[in-house]
């Protein structure tokens, strides 16, 4: 196959006069190297995860949109205490998308490439908004017979993140999970996860309509965060489960210290010696997102047994080991259709993910609406 000499690639910088801008680049088709493949990018999911990438410390609903086709062009404003933040990052055009899938098109000449030329697989190497991406090998998943693009499009962030916490709870002890922003894309695979395993989970959710769509699935124990007697509720959930481990999405707020608070109520409901320091059980809480931006407040009234701290995927699975990496991605390979499986609402090309009213929709990361970009739509 004939490859094009160009492609375009998303590309996102800082200036150094408070302005993020977001454009097409044309870029030199690579010749990949052994080891490497050239992959004719299909489908990518916007996720949140791209949007601190895409925007940082911007303000993306102040975006503006100029020009047309590949020329492009979208600019959102800064602030100076934006600027500070970001200042690492001032004139870097950063490549945009964590994830996507496509079919291999080129290949290095060593045996490991080569086996991949012709095939659909998924990838995670970053640079993935674009028309097409150099990997090595090793990075990508073949999908297996009848799964296309779209299909494996988010074959890596979700499946391995939701994968990863399960993962996470037993090697460190734990036997039950809590999970905020739970009716997410990635809140339906780890419930998914959790029944098909046995796991025992409690979702908080913010709306009753999140509540109903974690219901349909056969979610037991779902919570509502903006109910007068959440925390209540949520005690209840936790001394039903067990559960001293949970992963925040939300991140800032008292969210993380009420759920601290919930699992020291629910561990002081079973009789023993009672300690100025709190429960024995070491109670967690994981924050892995930033949906909510203000500061994370704790309020301490749950012992001494208990942390917070960040999680993120990457570093989890070198944590891990290679082992459990491939056996987790051989897990998602194979339920790709099922516990694996997204859902897009919107389908858009790389130039309609520069347009301003679009980007405020999926920048408002609205519970039930994913976007998946599509690099061969028609610029």
Same mark, same amino acid.
């Given at each position: 196959?004939?490859?094009?000499? #160009? ?5 996102? #910088? ?29 489908a ?12 940082g ?40 998308g ?8 080129a290949?290095?000449?060593?045996k ?45 962030v979700?499946?391995? #993140?939701?994968?990863?916490?399960v ?6 002890g ?5 999970h #905020? ?66 992963f ?45 931006t203000?500061?994370?407040t ?27 990496a ?10 790709l ?27 408002a ?15």
């Amino acid at each position: 196959m004939s490859l094009p000499a #160009t492609y375009l690639q998303m590309l996102s #910088t800082l200036t150094e006069d408070g302005e993020l801008r977001m454009e097409l680049v044309e870029q030199k088709m690579p010749t990949p190297k052994p080891g490497q493949v050239i992959i004719k990018v299909e489908a990518t999911p916007v996720n949140p995860s791209d949007l601190g990438v895409m925007f940082g410390m911007a303000d993306a609903a102040a975006s503006t949109t100029a020009g047309s086709g590949a020329a492009t062009k979208l600019s959102a404003p800064v602030s100076s205490q934006g600027m500070r933040v970001m200042t690492a990052r001032i004139g870097q055009p950063l490549p945009v998308g964590n994830e996507g899938a496509g079919t291999v098109v080129a290949a290095g000449d060593d045996k490991e490439a080569q086996a991949l030329m012709g095939k659909t697989v998924a990838a995670m190497g970053g640079g993935m908004y674009g028309q097409y991406r150099c990997v090595d090998a090793i990075m990508c998943m073949p999908l297996l017979d009848g799964n296309t693009a779209k299909d494996g499009a988010s074959s890596f962030v979700n499946p391995l #993140t939701a994968l990863c916490m399960v993962e996470n709870m037993r090697m460190d002890g734990h036997t039950a999970l809590v999970h #905020t922003a739970a009716a997410s894309n990635l809140g339906q695979m780890l419930n998914r996860i959790c029944q098909a395993d046995g796991v025992e989970l409690v979702n908080i959710v913010r709306k009753k309509e999140q509540a109903d769509i974690l219901s349909a699935m056969g979610a037991k124990y779902i919570v509502d965060s903006s109910s007068d007697t959440f925390l209540a509720d949520l005690t209840d959930a936790v001394h039903a489960t067990g559960a001293t481990l949970a992963f925040d999405a939300t991140g800032g707020g008292t969210l993380a210290s009420t759920i601290l608070s919930a699992m020291e109520g629910a561990a002081a409901r079973t009789p023993g010696a009672y300690s100025i320091y709190g429960s024995v059980a070491h109670k967690q809480v994981f924050l892995y997102g930033g949906l909510d931006t203000s500061p994370t407040t704790l309020t301490r009234g749950y012992g001494m047994a208990w942390g917070v701290g960040g999680w993120l995927l990457p570093n989890f699975l070198a944590k891990a080991g290679l082992e459990v990496a491939g056996r987790l991605r051989t897990r998602v390979a194979n339920e790709l259709k099922t516990t694996f499986a997204s859902n897009y609402t919107d389908e858009i090309s790389l130039t309609e993910a520069l347009q301003a009213d679009v980007v405020r929709k999926y920048q408002a990361k609205t519970t039930g609406e994913k976007f998946l970009i599509c690099p061969q739509k028609d610029i």
